[in-house]
Structures are given as C-alpha cells and as structure tokens.
C-alpha cells in the first residue's frame, strides 16, 4: 500500500464553478502526478511536480492548475469547470528505483 | 504517433491457460521503462511488472512475465494460468528517458477469463 488518498472520492458540480481535487501521500515521495482517465483514451497526464512547489504541464494541462505546498499534498484545481472535464482523476506518486507509479483511489468527477 | 500502442481493445482467455496482452510503443531515447498495469472493474490501478530499457533479462513477477523484445519494440504481457480474478483492463505504460519524465500510457486491453 503506497499510502495515497484522494479526496473528494465523487463530485458533482455545476459549469463555470471552480473544483479543487486533493492528493495525500504519506510515504514523502518526491514526484505526485495528476491524471485523468477516459474511455478510449487510457489515462491522460495532466500535471506533475517533482518537488515543493516544482511542477509541470502534462499532455492536457488545459484548463488545470496544481500546486504543492507541501511534499505530502498535490492539488489539482479546474479553475472554471467544463463538461469535458467529466472524468476520473487519479493521483500517483512515483517510488522506487525505476519510480514505478503507484496510483490513488481516482475522484469521479461530474460537471453538469 | 502513438507512444503506446496496445491493439486488442478485448481479449478472452480459458481459465487455468496463458494469455499474451500485446503492447508495442514507440521511443528514440535510449533509456526508458515499461510497466503494466491491471484495472479490475473496482476502479484502483494496480501495478503489475516493469522492464527497464538495459534489462537483459525479461522481467518476471509471479504469474505475470513481460516479453521484452527491444528490435521489434514490444513488451507483451504474458499471463499464466490465468484465474478468474484476473478479469480486468490492462494498462501497458511507459517513462520515456529518465526518472520524473511523465509516463505514457495505451488505450488498455480488457480481458476476461472464461470458466
């Protein structure tokens, strides 16, 4: 069990409105990323840090912020939700020699 | 182009036989590695296997190998005796260059074994 929570679990919001998705790692690894995942698509990179407040865009940044103030905590923020927002969000943390991916529950996310 | 390239969107196997998961991915860098991952209908990615891009060997854990043929680009995922509990979608990844390069992952293959 790599220790990865995620919060919410599910949510449903309204277009227009700001979400914020929190990861929490209690293992200190030091790379967190933010994906999504959609049918057809696999999953998606949408952000990543490799420290307290170091970070980087993914192959869909779009229309997502993240920050890490802390090593344990990596937020994902859609600043104004869209439909194509609705997805599944999992958090993973990188461990290991190889930073093998350990990945978090997922939020299901539902932007009405 | 695609990174990662898995072209069974399903695939169906008898229980207690082996199933090969076929992944192909596409990389200049001399250095990468490759994981597989199992999706089972409960939501959590579970990792399964990796290969590192200097491994001489094909890495094995378990039940699960990973054949590993680096001229030709793939790295399939071989299941033996497969179990029930084995049906899932199977996630081939992989980190282009070094470590804390984003991983890229395929479309996934979904599986179900058969009693």
């Known amino acids: 069990d790599a220790g990865i929570t995620q919060s919410p679990r599910h949510k449903v919001t309204e277009t227009g409105t700001p979400v914020t998705l929190r990861c929490h790692q209690t293992e200190n690894h030091r790379y967190m990323y933010w994906y999504r995942q959609d049918p057809g698509h696999g999953l998606r990179l949408i952000h990543y840090s490799y420290g307290v407040k170091d970070t980087d865009k993914g192959e869909v940044s779009d229309g997502y912020s993240v920050s890490r103030s802390k090593t344990e905590d990596f937020l994902l923020t859609l600043e104004s939700a869209t439909s194509s927002q609705t997805s599944v969000y999992f958090c993973?943390?990188?461990?290991?020699?190889?930073?093998?991916?350990?990945f978090g529950p997922g939020t299901r996310l539902l932007v009405l | 182009a695609q990174k990662i390239t898995q072209t069974q969107p399903g695939m169906f196997v008898q229980e207690k036989e082996a199933v090969t998961l076929d992944c192909t991915y596409d990389t200049s860098d001399p250095s990468y590695g490759l994981f597989w991952y199992k999706q089972p209908s409960s939501g959590e990615m579970i990792f399964l296997i990796y290969?590192?891009?200097?491994?001489?060997q094909n890495a094995t854990e378990g039940r699960y190998s990973l054949n590993f043929q680096k001229a030709r680009k793939s790295a399939n995922l071989v299941i033996s005796a497969s179990q029930l509990g084995d049906s899932a979608m199977y996630f081939c990844a992989m980190r282009e260059g070094n470590i804390g390069n984003q991983f890229y992952f395929g479309t996934g293959t979904s599986l179900t074994v058969i009693p």
């Open positions: 290969q590192g891009s200097y491994d001489q």
């Open positions: 993973a943390i990188g461990t290991g020699l190889q930073e093998t991916q350990y």
